[in-house]
Structure formats: C-alpha cells, structure tokens
C-alpha cells in the first residue's frame, strides 16, 4: 500500500460511514475500526525502512511552478505519529460502539472520525510546508464538527466555537509564518526547509516568522495563554476527547514544535518563547488540575500541564530533552486514552463524572478500578510504569541544563511542583472516586462495562506496564528511530534503565511523590466538601472570560465601523467601492507617472463612433431614469452590454461576443425577477430645507466621480495600447494553443488549458454564489402541492418576468393570447439544446466551447420558465441542478486528477487522434471533459438562481392574481 492510498483510506471510510443506516452501531464501529487497524498494519509494515533514518516519499505534481506539490513522506517521527493516530484509533473506534447511545446518530459521529483521523494522518505525513497548514486547518475544522456533535447542547456549541476560533486564528498566523519561511528557503519543501537551518535562523525574518509559526503550534497545543479552550473542549463524547486529547488534535502543536526543531531551535528566542510558554502551562495546567471536580476536567487540565511539560523540554535547545519530549509524547498518548476511556466508563455506568459524588466504586467495578489505577499512578510518575521514565528524563533535563543562574535554579523547583501537583491529581482521580464508602446518590447503580468496552483500556495499561518495565527491549528502538529525525543529526547517549541509582532526579521524584500525598491529603476533605471551589489566585484569570469579552468587544466595534462605513442606501456604498478602487489606481500613476508610447495607430471609424454615442447616451439614460422606471433602466444598461458584443465582433473577437450576448440574456432575465425585490426609493414625503441642493450635490459628486474613472480607465487603455509589445501575452498564447493545447481557439484553449486552474477555481466560485443565493431564498419555496395547478393555468402561471413585461388579468383573452407562443417556446427548446451541443463540439477550434454553451443551454430553459411557468416546468422537466453543478465540478476536478495519475502535473492536457468507422479520424483533448463539466456548473448555476427568484415570486402571490406592487408598475 502506498502512502497516498493510506492517506485516502479514512476519507473513503469516512463516506461510507455517512450512509450507512442509523442504527447500524456495530457496521459503523467495524468499518472505522477496519479501517484504522488495515492503516496501522500498514505502516506498521514500513518500519524496516525507516528505522535507520530512511525516509519514505512519495510526490504528485500539483503546481511545480509554484513548489506546490502533494508531497507525503514518512520518517521515523512521522511513523510513530501515524502509529498513534491509527493504533489509538482502532481501540476507540471499538470502545464508542458501546459508549454512543442508539439514539445518536452515530453514522455522523464516525464520519466526523474518520475524516478527522484521515486530516491527522495527513497533517503527520505531510512533506510540504502549504500541505502541512492545509490538513492542519483541516484537523481545526473536522475537530469543531467532532466537538460539536451534540449541538442540542450550549456546551458542546460554545466549546467546539471557542476551539475553533483558537486553533483557526492560530492556524492563520502558522500560515503567514509558513509562507515566510518557504520564502527564506526559496521553496516549501520540506526536505529542504529541514536541511536550511543555519540559513533560517541567521535570516534577517528569523525573528518575524518565529513567533507566527509557534502562535499557531501553541494555540494548537493548548499551551499558554492558548490553554482556555481545552478544558471546554470535553463537552464532546469521551470517545472525541480520549482520541483528540491524548494522541492527535493537541498533539499536533507539539508534533510541529519537533518537526521543525532542528531548524527553528538553538537560539534565545526559541528558548525564552517556547521554554517560557512550557513553564507557564506545565504549573498552570498542574495546579488547576487538582480544584477541578469533574473527571474529564481534571484529565484536561493534566493534558495541558503535560503537553506543557513536553513544550518545555522542546524549548530547552537540547538534543536529549528533544528525546526526552518525543518519549513522553508517547507515554502519555497511551495512559491519557486508557485514564479518558476509564472516565467515560464510570460516566457510562454511573451517570456522573463529579468527583464529590463518587465513591467506593472499587467494590462495584473492580476490573475498571484497577485499570484507572495503573493508568493514574502512570501519569503521577510511579515507577515501573512508562511515565516515571519520561519524567526522570525531565527533571533530569532541568537540573543539568546550562543557562544564566536563576533559570538553572528556578526550573529544577518548577519541575518538582508541577510532579507534586500531579500525584495530588491523580490521587484524587483514584482515591477519591474508588475508595471511601459507597456512594448512594448515583444516578444508575454502578456495574462493570461490557467486556470488549474495557479490552482497549485494557490494551493501553498493558503498555504502561511493558514499557515501564521493559524499556529498552519494548520502545528503545522506536524510540531511536522517531528521535532521530527531530534532533536533525546523531542521537545524543541516553538511557531508558529503570533505575540509576541515587540522583538529583530521583531524589526529585521522591520529593514530589511525597509532597504530592501531603497536598492531597490536605486538600482532599476541602475539596470533597466544595470548601475550595477555585485555586487560589489562578480563577480569577479566567481564560474563557477574557475571551468572551474579547469577542463581545471585538463585535461591538465592527458593528461601529459598520455604523461608520455602510448605509441602506446602495448608491453610496458603491461609491465607497468605486473610490477606493479608483485611488488605488491612481496612486501608482502619481509615483511611477504615466507615459503612451509611438506604437501605429488604426485609422478611425465614424461607424464605430457612432455606436459607442449611442451606448454613452443609453449608459446616461440608465443612470437617470434608475430613480423613476428601474425596467427602462435596465432596458439600457442592456443596450450598453450590446454595444460591447458588437465592440468585440468588430475587434475579431467572436468568442468574446458570444459568450456576451448570452451573458446579457441571462443577467437579464435574473435581474428581471429579482427587480420586484428591490426595496423602494425612498422619497421625502416632507422635504427638510435645502435637501434638494443636497441631492444635485450628491448627483454632481458621483458624475465626477464616474467621468475620472472612465477617463482614467482610458488613459490606461490607451497607454497599454500604444506601447510596443514584441513579447506580449497574446503571441505566447497564439503561438502555443495548437501545438501544446491541441486547439486553433486561442480563448478556450486558455479558459480549459493553460488557465484551466483559473476556470477551475472560478466555477467552484460560481457553484458557491448560486448555493448561497439557493440558502438564502429556499424559506420561500412553494410546497409541493402547489404544483398541481389547473389544467389552463399550467399554461400561464403568473411569473414575475411575465408580469414585469406584460402585466395580464386571467381573462380566458390574455390566456388564449399567450398559448401561441408557450407552443413555440416548447418548439424552440430541442433546437437551442442542438445549438449548444454544437457550440460545445466546435469550442476548441472554432468560436464556442462549454461556458457560452452552458448559457445557450440556460437560455433554453429560461424561455421555459417566462411562458410556461415556474410549476409547470419543474412538474414536466425534472432538471435537478444541484446534481448539474455537482457532476460538473466532479469531472472538472477528476480530469485534472487524471492529469496526475499519469504522472504530470494537475490538469495537464492530453491530446489523441481516433479513428472511427463511419465518422473518420477525431482529434480529442482531454480537455474536453474539463469543458464538460464547465458546461454542467454553468447550467446548474443559472438554472439553481432562477428556481430561488422563482419560487419565492410564486409563493408571493397565487395563480390568477397580481401583486399591488406589480398591478401598480403595470398602470403606470
């Protein structure tokens, strides 16, 4: 299996799972968890090749021009990463079968998963810097969706917005800090990028791009002052927060931190930001851990604190604290999943997770008792368990590091405060819940879950316990090979032995256990009591309520800009629009000036004169009579649009024309429907003094305003016109679109070729406009039985473009009047769709091509639905644009995948000569398909905004009947 194939395996599964049926818990649980466990088969499979620092890479062509190449590689780092993400993933997928309720709907619940599984394996294998922040947004996006999956509920919608807004806002300055250092590079590579060290950190930007990249690491690690939205975070299912929480959503802060260690770290900077953001968090999240009274938040208050404690010994510039941070990384993926499992047992089985409800809960659910014990005692760092080794490497990180002298004091002190805390927490995870009387107030008597629901609790104690007491022979190779690539070079000695004799580290550990039994013992009764709701001075620095009033602040001065800057009235924020563009033009002008050159101009051409006087008058007739008949207004604005098509044709631009012919039908007729819409002009029923010089102000400001961009507009033309040009665009494209386009049509040839990623992103733009505009009028739909008009209405129903050009009564004379040209309408239909198949066949060599046949096409049924009416069309013609606009961008994008399954580069053409019998050779491009599916989005688009207006203009107003406002436009 390749690692693309790997990559596209929880995405795939992911689409399985959203169809599969509610209540199919156990297919759903078995396909997220094949899925998982095929994956970490296979790259447990990898491992011979990348335990002596190989790397695994695999590249697609994307856009080599601008370095933006699907890159995925796996080295030792990214192996142990993606062990996590799929290892841990299969026993959750296991235990969520029996967590999750059969009124859930768990088919959402496991698609949500696997694409955030399959964005994490991404992210972790990931060898571009641009593709690195892409799955990374991706992980922020899917891990909301996961947060939020009971959006009946206030929490979960306020802790997955709060982690959205965090990690989103972080990922944005990651991005701006990527693109920085793929600059400094010269590309985003990240081979290259890993081997460009000392040029990154002796860069003029090294200071600039630093801090951006470690505000995205940290929010997304949750590290101070990033740590509030974390503890929110666990009003997900525990199955989310023991996956997101202990090996992938706030691992991967952490993940970036060691993936660029070796060319970010090594200077002040780093050590003071990262060590210092580290310190903070590690006591912080230690602290807070030990006041909290519920389960899953007293276990994310320890994520933070040891993701903190990892942060810190990424910051310290030292090769072995590099190793030290890579070792606990995987310590505490495995007891954190098995603590978060344990605690969705007792919440399970209880019905609670407050800890001064529980108690002696060992006598009723032993097995699970003795698991969250053994996984507990491994967080607090007891030994013979995985998490007293990662830790005696820390503190012995922190006595023997070299620094100024109270930093060499104070960390050694830290250290020790932060284990203490962190046995005082763990004991009142065990202690407190499993010991003392049993509890007689529990919402459901407390029994042991079923048994595969504790098997991958089961599963992670197990590794505590093998790691702890068997390091070397259990993870030291691992270990080795994942440390290899973060150190950026040979690995410093080491030594995972249990014991090493008496030592400022253990002595350390010894401190910490027993102070951290006194804290607990002088807390516990206080605690159980709510006697000490809050750690002292700490709540008042509530993270949560800083951000909350910072975004109530922040919306409260957009609305005030808003105030400031916008108004009803669309005349003047056009204005505002027009001027801004209009001094961004002219301030280039006023620094560079503005020169024509000698280039031969074309003699003149009275005709020519004469038709753009005429669309200057129509253009000014427009303007004036917008304030008092909005239809002969856009009457002619239609006749200015005419005079550019007959501008184009005179200038050899037929494909130009066409395609702005059939522009100007559509946006018509929509504008038409949309007209009625409008708001009405609001005039002064009692004028105030002097309004009326105001207004011929107001009116004077805009003609000015449109008489300096018009003539600024030419002045551009015409200096771009007469400069000389021997390598100018048109003859790079003229020279090139039939030997490497396979086309004599320049203009489509460029539209589906050598600007197809363009058109590309431009249709998907298309399909979103007509979904919103779908969004924002579907209230309006009509309901279904509306559909079944009577048999002489079907002929005539009363749409908005009819009504707005000939305003009728339902006499049996005006239906009677309209019958004939129904019938010739519905004549027309098949002769349109010929005309643009034609256009589309003909489009790569002659004028045509797939957007002017998609609007011929429009047309067609735009015609359908003025005379025969909206109800009758869609009762006779199923049209479904949705599907058009989604079978369109499909094989739009599926023919520039093509492209890359040949090995070239997306979207790539491919030309073939065919021989057939009957029709003779065919010269095809690839291109084709491409153009297909323009042609599909175009149709659908048109077709999606003119259903919206028309269906919110039926459900106005019944058949047979006019609106007062368009009887009223009618009189006049």
């Known amino acids: 299996m390749s690692l693309i194939v790997l990559l596209l395996l929880p ?28 994956g970490a088969v296979q790259v447990a499979m990898f491992y011979p090749q990348i335990v002596h620092g190989g790397v695994i890479r695999e590249e697609i062509f994307w856009l080599p021009s601008l370095g933006l190449n699907l890159v995925l590689r796996m080295d030792g780092f990214a192996w142990l990463f993606s062990m996590l993400v799929l290892g841990i993933g299969t026993l959750v997928s296991l235990y969520a079968r029996y967590y999750m309720s059969p009124q ?26 641009i593709q690195i922040v892409f799955f990374w947004e991706l992980t922020s996006l899917f891990s909301f969706l996961l947060i939020g999956y009971w959006h009946h509920r206030a929490d979960a919608r306020r802790g997955a917005y709060m982690a959205l807004m965090v990690t989103g806002a972080g990922g944005l300055c990651l991005l701006a800090g990527v693109l920085l250092l793929g600059h400094v590079v010269g590309s985003y590579d990240l081979d290259k990028v890993l081997a460009a060290g000392e040029l990154i950190r002796n860069h003029a930007l090294y200071p600039y791009l630093l801090p951006l990249i470690l505000i995205g690491a940290l929010s ?23 996956y997101l929480h202990s090996a992938t959503m706030v691992k991967a802060g952490v993940f970036l931190l060691a993936r660029l260690w070796p060319v970010l770290s090594g200077s002040e900077e780093w050590f003071w930001i990262v060590g210092g953001a580290g310190a903070c968090t590690l006591l912080l999240g230690a602290c807070t851990a030990m006041y909290q009274s519920d389960l899953k938040g007293l276990l994310a208050y320890s994520t933070i604190s040891h993701l903190g404690l990892i942060t810190l010994l990424l910051g310290l510039n030292s090769p072995l604290a590099a190793v030290a941070a890579v070792f606990h990384i995987l310590n505490h993926a495995t007891f954190k999943a098995s603590l978060f499992m344990a605690a969705g047992i007792i919440d399970h089985e209880s019905g609670t997770r407050d800890i001064r409800r529980l108690s002696g809960l060992i006598r009723l ?104 007491i068997f390091p070397a022979q259990i993870v030291g190779p691992i270990l080795a090979a994942a440390a290899l690539p973060v150190v950026g070079g040979s690995l410093p000695e080491y030594s995972l032995a249990i014991w090493h004799g008496w030592n400022a580290p253990m002595i350390m550990s010894l401190i910490a256990m027993s102070g951290g039994i006194l804290l607990y013992l002088l807390l516990r009764n206080p605690l159980k009591q709510s006697r000490v709701p809050h750690p002292p001075l700490i709540w008042r620095l509530s993270g949560k309520r800083l951000f909350e009033t910072g975004h109530i602040l922040l919306m409260r001065l957009a609305r005030r800009v808003e105030r400031r800057l916008t108004t009803r009235r669309l005349q003047v924020q056009l204005f505002m629009l027009v001027l801004v563009a209009f001094l961004a033009g002219l301030l280039p002008i006023i ?49 200015c649009g005419l005079m550019t098509c007959i501008t184009f044709v005179w200038f050899s631009a037929p494909d130009l024309a066409l395609t702005q012919l059939v522009v100007e039908v559509v946006t018509t007729v929509l504008i038409l429907l949309g007209l009625r819409w409008l708001p009405r002009r609001i005039e002064d029923v009692s004028p105030r003094p002097g309004s009326e010089h105001r207004a011929r102000a107001r009116r004077l400001r805009d003609l000015v305003l449109a008489v300096l961009v018009g003539g600024g507009m030419a002045l551009l033309s015409y200096a771009m016109l007469t400069r000389p040009t021997p390598n100018d665009i048109s003859t790079f494209y003229l020279s090139r679109a039939l030997p490497e386009g396979g086309g004599s049509n320049v203009v489509n040839v460029m539209l589906v070729d050598f600007r197809g990623f363009d058109t590309l992103g431009e249709i998907t733009v298309l399909v979103a406009v007509a979904l919103a505009v779908f969004a924002l009028l579907r209230r309006f739909r009509p309901p279904k039985e509306s559909i079944q008009l009577p048999a002489q209405q079907r002929l005539l129903a009363p749409d908005v473009v009819t009504d707005l050009i000939n305003p009728r009564s339902a006499s049996d004379t005006a239906l009677g009047f309209m019958m004939v040209p129904a019938a010739l309408v519905r004549l027309l239909l098949p002769v349109a769709l010929v005309v643009s198949m034609y256009l589309f066949m003909r489009g790569h060599n002659q004028p045509g091509g797939g957007f002017v046949a998609g609007l011929v096409m429009s047309v067609a049924f735009i015609l359908q639905y003025m005379v025969a009416g909206t109800q009758w069309v869609e009762a006779q013609m199923s049209l479904r644009p949705l599907r058009w606009m989604g079978t369109g961008l499909l094989c739009a994008t599926l023919t520039g995948m093509g492209a890359l399954f040949f090995g070239y580069p997306f979207l790539t053409t491919h030309t ?20 297909v599916g323009v042609f599909t989005v175009v149709v659908g688009s048109t077709l999606l905004i003119l259903t919206a207006l028309a269906h919110q203009s039926v459900r106005s107003h019944r058949p047979g009947t006019l609106p007062k ?8």
């Not at 859930?104 to 810097?129: H, I, T, Y």
């Open 104 to 129: 859930d709907p768990v088919p959402r619940f496991f698609a949500f998963f696997l694409a955030f599984m399959g964005a994490m394996l991404g992210l972790v294998m990931s060898g571009n810097l």
């Open 220 to 242: 997304k690690s949750a590290q101070f002052p990033f740590h509030f939205w974390l503890p929110h975070a666990m009003a997900a299912p525990t199955p989310v927060s023991a």
């Open 11 to 38: 995405f795939i599964g992911s689409c399985l799972a959203a169809v599969l049926p509610h209540n199919a818990r156990n297919s759903e649980s078995l396909l997220a968890g094949l899925v998982a466990l095929i």
């Open 912 to 931: 073939a000569h065919l021989h057939l019998p009957v029709l003779g050779d065919f010269h095809v491009a690839s291109a084709l398909f491409f153009d």
């Open 365 to 468: 659910i032993p097995y699970t008792a003795t698991l969250a014990m053994v996984a507990s005692a491994s967080m607090a760092g007891v030994p013979l368990l995985n998490g007293f080794l990662s830790k005696e490497m820390f503190f012995a990180e922190t006595v023997f590091i070299s620094s100024t002298a109270w930093v060499e004091a104070s960390l050694p002190v830290i250290a020790t405060l932060a284990g203490t805390f962190s046995v005082a927490y763990s004991l009142r995870f065990t202690v407190d819940v499993f010991f003392g009387p049993s509890a007689t107030d529990l919402p459901h008597t407390p029994h042991e879950p079923p048994r595969w629901m504790r098997a991958p609790v089961e599963l992670l104690v197990l590794t505590c316990l093998l790691v702890g």
């Open 965 to 972: 406002t368009v009887a009223a436009k009618g009189a006049a």
């Open 591 to 639: 620094d560079k000036g503005l020169s024509w050159g000698d280039r031969p101009k074309i003699p003149g051409s009275g005709v020519f004169v004469i038709l753009w006087l005429i669309a200057i008058a129509c253009a000014l007739g427009a303007a004036w009579q917008a304030k008092y008949h909005r239809l002969a207004a856009l009457t002619m604005v239609s006749v």
